[in-house]
């Protein structure tokens, strides 16, 4: 009796009376939407009109938008989904409402000490957050000086290594120059 993509008049509960379209069957319910919630409902609770729309394969993709502009094709309008459309337009045009993705989750307070727990929380891992930081340039700043003190230990170690190699061939002058002494005697 009910198919995917029927249009129906929700009889019961909340959204009684408001238009909604099928979108899929399972048992006795039926997943709809439209200018009601997006929801399983009995399918006792809904009154088929005899129309029907095409929905899109995947049932992800039928939006409430979607099928409110269907509805709108078939001439099914409900007056009090347009108002409150248009009341959250004007509100989104006085900046009332804030995007999602920049929106912080609020945390409800359960009692009055708990608003400043919240923001002392949130001071203490702002300050985590520099320390880490500070530690961060301390460790790349100490890498660089114990470079610098390897490269003055190289810097010294070579002359000291010059230092030998002349000594050595000081000895070896005088090795030579004393067996030539001897023969001179």
């Known amino acids: 009796m009910f198919k995917p993509g029927m249009v129906c008049l929700k009889t ?3 959204d009684a009376g408001k238009y909604c379209v099928v979108l899929t ?8 939407e439209g200018y009601t919630r997006r929801r399983k409902c009995n399918i006792k609770h809904l009154e088929p009109l005899g129309m029907s729309i095409t929905l899109p394969k995947n049932i992800d993709q039928a939006t409430k938008e979607f099928v409110v502009a269907e509805l709108k094709k078939l ?5 009090d989904y347009e108002r409150a459309l248009k ?3 004007k509100l989104k045009a006085k900046g009332v409402f804030r995007d999602k993705s920049k929106r912080e989750k609020s945390v409800k307070p359960v009692r009055r000490g708990a608003v400043k727990k919240v923001k002392v929380e949130e001071q203490k891992k702002k300050q985590d957050k520099k320390e880490k930081k500070e530690e961060k340039k301390q460790g790349e700043k100490q890498k660089e000086i114990k470079a610098m003190e390897k490269q003055d230990k190289q810097e010294q170690v070579k002359p000291a290594k010059e230092n030998e190699d002349v000594e050595k061939e000081l000895k070896k002058e005088l090795k030579q120059e004393k067996p030539e002494d001897k023969q001179k005697q």
């Open 12 to 14: 019961a509960g909340r």
């Open 25 to 32: 069957i399972k048992d006795n319910y039926a997943l709809i």
């Open 75 to 79: 001439g099914l309008v409900d007056k």
């Open 87 to 89: 009341t959250v337009e």
